[in-house]
């Protein structure tokens, strides 16, 4: 079992910045892919980035390519989305996930994370 809290969400104006924070407990933290996905309300849940267990390989959706920066700590079993340029398209909850993986691989398929946070709402004003 991997446990998952999500933090630092809030309303922000367009344009700015957030610092979404995962702190993860459980199994050996390393060994899972950790992923970041949204869901807006009325939306389907998407995939927004994720980062491999060593954290040397990262994939990002092509809507925050250039705006989010995932990265992780091992060491403290975390992971942050760095989230900025935020667009009032950004606003959904954030949910982040674990999906177990070779070291050095990516996962973007919501179907292959066996665990999930209980999210975090970013919501950008126009």
């Known amino acids: 079992q991997v446990q998952l809290v999500e933090s630092g969400g809030g309303l922000v104006q367009a344009g700015g910045s957030l610092r979404l924070s995962c702190a993860a407990s459980?199994?050996?933290?390393?060994?899972?892919?950790t992923g970041w996905f949204r869901q807006a309300p009325g939306k389907e849940r998407e995939f927004v980035a994720a980062i491999s267990g060593n954290g040397m390989a990262t994939y990002y959706a092509d809507s925050v390519k250039g705006r989010f920066i995932i990265s992780r700590d091992n060491a403290k079993s975390a992971v942050s989305l760095q989230i900025g340029s935020l667009k009032p398209e950004d606003t959904a909850v954030y949910y982040c996930?674990?999906?177990?993986?070779?070291?050095?691989?990516?996962?973007?398929?919501?179907?292959?994370?066996?665990?999930w946070g209980q999210g975090t709402q970013v919501t950008v004003s126009s």
């Open positions: 459980g199994r050996t933290f390393s060994n899972y892919c």
């Open positions: 996930a674990a999906a177990p993986a070779s070291i050095g691989s990516v996962v973007t398929a919501w179907q292959l994370y066996d665990y």
